[in-house]
T-cell receptor, first 115, second 113 residues
Framework: KAGVTQTPRYLIKTRGQQVTLSCSPI?????VSWYQQTPGQGLQFLFE???????NKGNFPGRFSGRQFSNSRSEMNVSTLELGDSALYLC??????????????FGPGTRLTVT | GENVEQHPSTLSVQEGDSAVIKCTYS??????FPWYKQELGKRPQLIID?????GEKKDQRIAVTLNKTAKHFSLHITETQPEDSAVYFC????????????FGKGTKLSVIP
């Protein structure tokens, strides 16, 4: 099976702009989670989607949003970009069927640089 | 919310020696504890995980132990090899079927040939 894919892999944006990142989960996986990875804060949970519904949300401002489509693909959007949003954005997918339901498999990430 | 502490932040071992990384968590509702390995410039890879109804799990040279009473879990790597060099992250879920993982800050493991 193909792994989790993310597009684009690299992105450079200017402060104040908005950005949309895309994630395609492993075939058959129905849950998609998003994480932000920075050298200072490590890996931090943004949100998780299942069946087009956001089930969990981390402690990030409302500028960070996401959605999931009926084919389980997910997008996340960051509006009004700030310099501190520069990070590696990782998505992870899960099968959501016991007994493998909690395992999360990561994509390669999107490296976002805000200038 | 959940808080996960990971120690040490860096670890150097000689090839063939063992390496141990320890994590503590705060939320007694947590049930799932995965470990990820991240090589430079690559995605985090799930290497082993343990659920709260199990005390220990082994997979070849890697083992994880869990002490629910003390709220800590550890990763043990035996017979380390240079290719084990990477950053290792522990994580804990938020319980109640949540897919939200809280990660430790990571341990940079260097295996010296």
């Amino acid at each position: 099976k193909a792994g989790v894919t993310q597009t684009p892999r690299y992105l450079i944006k200017t402060r104040g702009q908005q950005v949309t990142l895309s994630c395609s989960p492993i075939s058959g996986h129905r849950s998609v989670s998003w994480y932000q990875q920075t050298p200072g804060q490590g890996l931090q949970f943004l949100f998780e989607y299942f069946s087009e519904t956001q089930r969990n949300k981390g402690n990030f401002p409302g500028r960070f949003s996401g959605r999931q489509f009926s084919n389980s693909r997910s997008e996340m959007n960051v509006s009004t970009l700030e310099l501190g949003d520069s990070a590696l954005y990782l998505c992870a997918s899960s099968l959501v069927e016991a007994p493998l339901s909690y395992e999360q498999y990561f994509g390669p990430g999107t490296r976002l640089t805000v200038t | 919310g959940e808080n996960v502490e990971q120690h040490p932040s860096t670890l150097s071992v000689q090839e063939g020696d063992s390496a141990v990384i320890k994590c503590t968590y705060s939320d007694s509702a947590s049930n799932y504890f995965p470990w990820y390995k991240q090589e430079l410039g690559k995605r985090p890879q799930l290497i082993i995980d343990i659920r709260s109804n199990v005390g220990e799990k082994k997979d070849q040279r890697i083992a994880v132990t869990l002490n629910k009473t003390a709220k800590h879990f550890s990763l043990h790597i035996t017979e380390t090899q240079p290719e084990d060099s990477a950053v290792y992250f522990c994580a804990a879920d938020s319980g109640a079927g949540s897919y939200q993982l809280t990660f430790g800050k990571g341990t940079k493991l260097s295996v010296i040939p």
